[in-house]
């Protein structure tokens, strides 16, 4: 049978890391419209509402109480301006963000020191993935006792080989939409709940915006700054997403032309809607996760360990919404760490490919060898966690050893987009003044706390 050649619209749609004439699309001009085109933002708040929220999160505040909730709200506020500067770079010029660290000078082997800090840094966060299999294995023979936590975790391994291999954007971002929304949402109204209690303390509440080191709680103090809000990992991811969404396409190869510098301004500002939209989204849900922990948990001297997790954390609904809440928080737990697991596999197994592409692997627009490579990895990073869980067994320690190899991945992130922006970003749609104040503020602050950190562990 003969078969045609694909037109090169549908070659390009096919491969949205070809960068062609053919891609060119204008950006939105309403607000409504600019509505539709986000996504990628949800998709990493799929991934960052997960286990730094529900269980590092929820562990600092039955630690430490209210005492650390500026941690919350500075990891949150502090970290997007990072992650859109690289979001611009993407969109100005059509590169991957593994591209774009690789042109960082410094030691290389193939490619350079940051992108091999990155490729670490993931294999730490597996200890991270594999707290969440076991988390949604706890709830599975919580609610159905038939097969031990050992044996739930090779279930759910399996679906999410089945849902990802071979799955493209769409399907991860309508995934993401639900477990974002409906998580969310409950747990929103349970941290209500407890703020509308006779007994809860607003002046606790209120010191807890003071800048204070938390009594004993440094370490995990460290984590959640790492974890929630957007991550180390979660800002390599997030390239990756606006080039699949198409930003980067959409605007086309760069000309010169003030109609490439028109599209290009438009799809970065639509970019930064996302940004902000996903980091409102991203920063009520922890809150709420760090009230709930310090609100209700703390009070009772209750911490989550490592074989009462699950029955630990589900005081954050029962004590507040009462007995009946406790199914609500089975399902609301599997789908936040189970949607952690999805998101987190999915960015990475595109990353790592990309990885194996630029130390020669395949051509850059060679989209079938590109998917075979990312679900290649698919497997290796499902397969990984797994095994690490079942090794250590320990999800909260576990969560917390993936965080501080976040944490301390940051400064070299800062570092890597400091230099791209001040070196390699076209003239044409370098951000403003403000803009690049506040990274550097972002900079400094992010890598003063990672080196008070390591000197007091030192």
Known sequence: MLVENPSPEAAVAANPYLISPDAIEEPPRTIPATIRKIGPGMILAASIVGSGELI?????GAQAGFVALWIILFSCFIKPIVQAE???????TGETGLEAFDQVPGPRFKVNWIVWVWALMV???????????GGVAQVLHSVMPFLSVNLWVLPVMAVSLALLLGGGYHRIESLAMVK?????MLTVLSAAMVMKAPEFNWGELLNGLWPRIPAGGWVTAVAVFGMTGVGASEIFMYPYWCVEKGYARFTGPRDGSAAWTRRALGWI?????????SMFVYTIATCAFYVLGAGVLHPQGLVPDAG?????????????????ALV????????????????????????YADMVRMMGGFERDDITARNRWRDRFVVAITVIPVTLFYVFKNPVSMVVAGGL??????????????YLRHKLQPKETAPGWWNTAWLWIAGVLITTLMVVYIVGEG
């Open 123 to 133: 294999l730490m966060t597996q200890f991270q993935v594999g707290a969440m299999f």
């Open 328 to 351: 609500l928080f089975y399902l609301g737990a599997v789908a936040t760490l189970y949607g952690t697991i999805f998101a987190a596999t999915a960015a990475h197994s595109r990353i």
């Open 405 to 418: 190899a976040q944490a301390l991945s940051l400064p070299v992130i800062c570092f890597g987009v400091l």
């Open 86 to 92: 690289l979001g611009r770079f993407v969109i100005s």
């Open 180 to 184: 974002v929304g409906f998580f969310t």
């Open 308 to 324: 009462t997790m699950i029955a630990t954390l589900s005081e954050l609904y029962t004590s507040t919404l009462g007995e009946w």
């Open 269 to 277: 500002r639509v970019m930064h809607i996302d940004v902000i939209f």
């Open 56 to 60: 590092a999160t929820t562990t600092l």
